[in-house]
């Protein structure tokens, strides 16, 4: 840990969780030693456009069901 309290997480471990450049993470401490990253999904920004000028889904429910955890 850099003294700007600042780590270094190798590729090949980030790729193995599925990880990537642009993700949003959360950051929970799990007790002494240990720290949780999380993927945050942002909803609001996956179902932007989603609706036409009139309020009218530019895509049937269904689909955008399919795509919920």
């Not at 193995?16 to 720290?35: N, T, W």
């Not at 909803?43 to 000028?53: E, F, Q």
Request: hydrophobic fraction near 40%; proline fraction near 4%.
């Amino acid at each position: 840990m850099s003294s700007k309290n600042q780590v270094t997480i190798p590729v090949a471990e980030l790729r193995a969780a599925g990880l990537g450049p642009g993700d949003v993470l959360r950051v929970e401490a799990l007790g002494a030693g240990r720290v949780a990253l999380t993927r945050v999904d942002e909803l609001v920004a996956r179902y932007a456009g989603a609706l036409d000028s009139r309020g009218r889904l530019r895509r049937r429910i269904g689909e955008l069901r399919d795509e919920w955890p």
